[in-house]
């Protein structure tokens, strides 16, 4: 274990690359069905694109050369891709090609059909992320994510280890099952946990979609205690969350956990391989704030579960759990030094 104070290191400037991303994602949202050749671009950014993916109509960010080798960016929960709004810059200046997609429930990302599901499960996730690869005819790539994404990105390298060339992961293994969910944890965890419980009730529900704004915000404060973050920061991705389907999805993931709520079918057998809790077989660098105030393991509970190349990075100086945003440059580099693992 490596302790890293990325903290104090002096950050380069993408103020611009952030207003151009709140620029793009606004225009997205106000048109979701517009293909990449319509959208504007900015000079730093890239271009905001579109695609269909699976079930669903994917918006996404792109920076970095085409013939680079791919890495995908992958937000959690109440969070969106302005998370990595520092970090995607760095990593296209090494020559990688990032893409940053906004996942089902948030931003310009909508559904094909009316009749699907709107499936919240961890598995549904993790297959968006593969039909994304296939649409965009990537075969391998580096995954990397914190909360939801970190525990999508974990999925596929465990079930699909032949599309994850590496792995960077916030809290590291975070693969659940129903049955694990139902195991009683000590009250002090269990308080943790206590919005999970807040939406397995028809009033979590609706307080959710109606203070849906208010409640992300006291995510944001409890998850990262020390993190200043600025009413502008916080409204870039609060927009986000007007997504028709946000409610729904963020609600269903967490009843589906407690096994309040049905899953799809067609997913019942990957979900059966993770009840199995797969080790994680591709190169990997996990990472974990000294001050992240959301539920998280200990990394020594799940250091075993990794076992090609690993390493894990305690990054030092109040971070917490958005780490990419809160430490852009800790998290920029552990996706170059894994990427180059392989």
Known sequence: MSEIDFANLTRRSFGSIALGLTAATTLVGQSTRVRAAAMPTTAHLGDIKHIDAGDLSVTYVEMGPADGSPVLLLHGWPYDINSFADVAP???????????????????????????????????????T?????????????????????????????????????????????????????????????????????????????????????????????????????????????????????????????????????????????????????????PAITLEGDANGAPHPDPKTYAQKFKAKYQHRLISGGIGHNLPQEAPAAFAQAVIDADSWV
């Not at 090494?94 to 909508?110: A, E, F, N, Q, S």
């Not at 409204?235 to 967490?254: C, G, K, L, M, Q």
Request: aromatic share 12%; glycine share 8%; net charge positive.
């Open 130 to 282: 593969i039909e994304l690869m296939n649409a965009l005819k990537i075969k391998t790539a580096t995954l990397a994510g914190f909360d939801w994404g970190a525990r999508t990105a974990g999925i596929v390298a465990a079930l699909w280890p032949e599309r994850c060339r590496s792995l960077v992961s916030v809290s590291g293994y975070l693969v659940g099952s129903q049955s694990a969910g139902k195991v009683p944890l000590p009250p002090s965890a269990e308080l943790q946990w206590w919005y999970q419980y807040y939406f397995a009730t028809d009033r979590g529900r609706d307080g959710y979609e109606k203070y849906t704004s208010e409640f992300a915000r006291l995510i944001w404060k409890l998850a990262s205690p020390r993190w200043e973050f600025d009413d502008a920061t916080f409204e870039r991705t609060a927009a986000a969350f007007s997504n028709p389907d946000h409610v729904e999805i963020v609600v269903h993931n967490y009843r589906w956990r407690l096994g309040l709520a049905t899953g799809e079918p067609r997913f019942d057998e990957h979900e059966a391989k993770l009840a199995m809790a797969p080790d994680i077989q591709v």
């Open 90 to 128: 760095i990593l296209a200046e090494k020559g990688l090609r990032v893409i940053v997609p906004y996942l089902r429930g948030y931003g310009g990302t909508t559904f094909l059909s009316s009749k699907t599901k709107r499936n919240g499960q961890q598995a549904a996730l993790a297959n968006d």
